[in-house]
Each structure stands twice: as C-alpha cells, then as structure tokens.
C-alpha cells in the first residue's frame, strides 16, 4: 500500500516543495473554513498527540511480527494510512502557525545528529536479536527490603478512601446534594 513514487501527482506527496504545498492547502483549508483562530500552537500540538495515540492504538496490542506485516492488511493497512496522515496534517498545521519550515528543521537534526553520533570504525549490520549485556553484575551492596514477603505484593489499602477533591466546575457525584443540584424528591 502507499503512494508509489512514480505516480505522484503534484500536491499528493513528495518532497520538500511538496510539503509546502500541502502546509498551503491545509491553511487554505482551514481558513475557508474559519478554523483558523482555533488553530492555536496548543490546540494544534494536543490535536497531534491526540492523533499519534490513535495511530499507536493500531499496534498497541500486536507482537513485533505482527506489527511488521501491518500493511500486508488492506483494512489495517489504511487505517495506518489515515493516521499517519492525520498526524502529519495537524504537524504542518502547527509549523505552519508557528513559522517553522518543517523540512528545513528535519535536515538540520538528521544533521546534529550524524555529528552526535559517528559512523563506528567498522560498518556494523543491524542485529534485530541482541541479548542485553548479562556480563554486568547487579550491586549487592544494597540490602533487599526484607519488610515484605517475597512472592508477595504490597496491596492498597482500599478500606481507606482516598482524598478526591472534586474537579472545578464539576460536581463532586458522592458529596451531598447542594442547591443547583438536581436531587429526587
């Protein structure tokens, strides 16, 4: 699935003027709309978290085989396509709001972080299967807490309840009923 490269059409994916164009038709958009004075940094930027959570509820429960083969399922497989899009639509909105050139801001990390972080002396071929380092031995200097049982966990205590104050602007549902309050008769 996915747009194949040599079928883009202008304005449908591609590179960095392609961006802009897309950033230019999402302002349009929005602005025909009259959408704009809501499209704050802040609105845009929990609009986009919102979206990328939807976007990691497709894999939340899926092994890493499983999420390999994700595209492989044409329902799945656009549903990915969707939320990536989502999440791409809201970030460009918020570049655009805030002035940045989103493109320009990504050459320049991928930039930081090739100095950052050097090409080893030998070429090393990716190892999806290490093991984590079990050379290292844990310190056993500090004492265990022997206060609990081992095999058991501690349990709360739940004949205590806790301090909830009520939210602002929201009624507390255990406190009484007080005047403004719809109560039985």
Known sequence: MGVNP???EEGTG??????RVLQRRLADFAAA???????TPKNLVAALSVEASEL??????LTPEESAQVMDRPGTAARVEDEVADVLAYLLQFCEVLGIDAAAALAAKI???EKRFPLP???VEPDRSVEPDRS???DRSVEPDRSVEPGRSIEPDRSVEP????RPGRPDHDAPDTPGRHSPE
């Open 163 to 166: 301090d909830r104050p009520s």
């Open 136 to 138: 290292v031995e844990p």
């Open 6 to 8: 040599e079928h883009r």
């Open 56 to 61: 990691v509820e497709i894999f939340q429960w």
């Open 14 to 19: 591609g590179g960095e003027g392609e961006l």
């Open 33 to 39: 709309r009259r959408w704009l004075p809501y499209h």
């Open 121 to 123: 002396d030998q070429p």
């Open 111 to 113: 930039e930081r972080n």
